[in-house]
């Protein structure tokens, strides 16, 4: 299994990136995707989710700004980040979860720094 995050760097504040995540080894279809963000000094925290619906759930922190979304015939996933902050800077990493068997897998994660 091999979840292969991408799209990080460095942008001012207001600027937008954009994340993508390529998923190989798993029933992609089958999985809900997630962006999780880890800031410095801080636990891991859940940005955002897309289930096999497409049904999608954000973080209080950034609705309105980011938008994940899938493509199933790519085995990907995207977060389009706009509207960045500075408190938006940490690793983010990509994680795909089956209901079917409870298992999760994580990807690398990717730096993301916005400066102020």
């Known amino acids: 299994v091999q979840l292969q995050a991408s799209g990080g760097g460095l942008v001012q504040t207001g600027g937008s990136l954009r994340l993508s995540c390529a998923a190989s080894?798993?029933?992609?279809?089958?999985?809900?995707m997630s962006w999780y963000c880890q800031a410095p000094g801080k636990q891991r925290e859940l940005v955002a989710n897309?289930?096999?619906?497409?049904?999608?759930n954000y973080a209080d922190s950034v609705k309105g700004r980011f938008a994940i979304s899938r493509d199933r015939a790519k085995n990907t996933v995207w977060l389009q980040m706009n509207s960045l902050k500075p408190e938006d800077t940490g690793v983010y990493y990509c994680?795909?979860?089956?209901?079917?068997?409870?298992?999760?897998?994580w990807g690398q994660g990717t730096q993301v720094t916005v400066s102020s």
């Open positions: 897309i289930i096999t619906s497409g049904h999608t």
């Open positions: 994680r795909a979860y089956s209901p079917y068997t409870d298992r999760t897998f």
């Open positions: 080894g798993i029933r992609f279809n089958l999985h809900a």
